[in-house]
């Protein structure tokens, strides 16, 4: 369990804690103003200035050698923080998790909050200038959306019934889109998003700048050496490069301090050799989120 | 790499005011490997129209990210961007 879980899980998983879905915390904390606000402006963010920092050449400013470690410092403050919410121009709060192909059914069939909308992925839209409809989202999120023309994908239906949202996030799944779940911002969750390194806002200065701005999923891939046939096509979905071919053994091999847990590579393999086992029963990796 | 990398785009040509609008076009946002650019709305125009703004450009964002391949140069048909170390 990670420091999320312990603090926000009640008992169970952060994620799959029903309270943090309900309409109650948005009004509470006056969220449908915030988020219209954040959303509004959202490509905008990285290039405001926070504190005198924007995110425009963010790997240089980092390697600096005692303000590097400030700006990370102070990254890191902002999209942990767990205080309400004042600035829409900021990831304040926004905090997300990597979550395999079962969590995320879960949260759909037990969690989410009516209405279930799909939009198109506001990071592919300006990372890449690509339309693609792939996100979840859930209660106030989704009347947002639905008033912010260039979010909302081009055909008639887009908002989803239980089912039809398991449906689309298994596709995605399997096409190899990692699945993550996000406060935004603490303690409301509202995005299930199908994300793609390096296009993803969230994953990217993870795994580039080494800025927790999400956490590795509850869980860790292993495989069965036995049933590897060598085939490679696992190496081919991870977008972390956990999996490497050994030409010697004619297998796979698993860094499990690279994986992220997102259970995509199970859906490459023919021959069923990986699963994924909880972080917990890894030696050394438990409490490596 | 040795060095920064800075990556310029001539906003007189691409983006805002010029007349060409890079949602439309995106040609280095979908040529580059590691996503270096990054599609916005240009700062202030919110007030004019906040729910389909028209006035959006391309800023280069990761410049470390970039592995100088040149390949964002060859693409945009403005020749407004250019590279250098």
Do not use: Q
């Given at each position: 369990m990670c420091d999320l879980c312990m603090k926000?899980?009640?008992?169970?998983?952060w994620y799959l804690n029903a309270e943090h879905y309900s309409n109650a915390i948005a009004e509470k904390y006056n969220l449908r103003d915030f988020l219209m606000e954040q959303y509004k402006n959202f490509e905008q963010i990285s290039v405001r200035k926070v504190h005198g920092f924007n995110a425009v050449g963010m790997g240089y400013k980092l390697k600096m050698p005692i303000i590097g470690r400030i700006v990370k410092h102070t990254a890191e403050k902002m999209l942990h923080?767990?205080?309400?919410?004042?600035?829409?121009f900021r990831a304040e709060g926004h905090i997300g998790q990597i979550v395999p192909i079962e969590d995320a059914i879960a949260i759909l069939e037990t969690c989410a909050a009516e209405p279930i909308i799909e939009k198109n992925c506001m990071c592919r839209y300006m990372s890449r200038g690509i339309k693609e409809a792939c996100c979840i989202n859930f209660g106030v999120m989704s009347e947002i959306v639905d008033r912010l023309?260039?979010?909302?994908?081009?055909?008639?239906?887009?908002?989803?019934?239980r089912q039809q949202a398991v449906d689309r996030f298994t596709e995605h799944n399997k096409k190899g889109y990692i699945g993550s779940i996000w406060f935004g911002p603490f303690p409301y969750i509202n995005n299930l998003c199908s994300c793609a390194s390096p296009e993803c806002a969230g994953i990217r200065p993870r795994v580039?700048?080494?800025?927790?701005?999400i956490y590795k999923a509850e869980y860790i891939v292993d495989f069965n050496p036995d049933a590897?046939?060598?085939?490679?096509a696992c190496v081919a979905v991870c977008q972390f490069k956990a999996i490497a071919y050994d030409h010697s053994l004619r297998r796979i091999t698993v860094d499990y301090g690279k994986c992220?847990?997102?259970?995509?590579?199970r859906h490459a393999c023919k021959q069923k050799a990986l699963y994924l086992k909880p972080r917990d029963e890894f030696p050394g990796f438990e409490r490596e989120y | 790499m040795k060095g920064k990398t800075r990556i310029t785009i001539d906003h007189a040509k691409c983006g805002?005011?010029?007349?060409?609008d890079p949602r439309a076009c995106g040609a280095c946002l979908r040529i580059c490997g590691p996503a270096v650019f990054l599609l916005h709305e240009t700062l202030?125009?919110?007030?004019?129209?906040?729910?389909?703004?028209q006035k959006w450009r391309v800023t280069p964002l990761w410049?470390?990210?970039?592995?100088?391949?040149m390949k964002c140069v060859e693409a945009c048909p403005e020749k407004a961007v250019s590279v250098e170390w």
């Open positions: 926000h899980g009640a008992g169970g998983k923080s767990t205080k309400p919410p004042t600035n829409p023309p260039r979010f909302i994908p081009e055909k008639d239906k887009y908002f989803l019934t580039d700048f080494g800025i927790k701005s590897c046939t060598g085939c490679r992220y847990g997102c259970g995509v590579c | 805002d005011g010029a007349g060409v202030g125009a919110k007030e004019e129209n906040p729910y389909d703004p410049l470390d990210l970039c592995t100088r391949c």
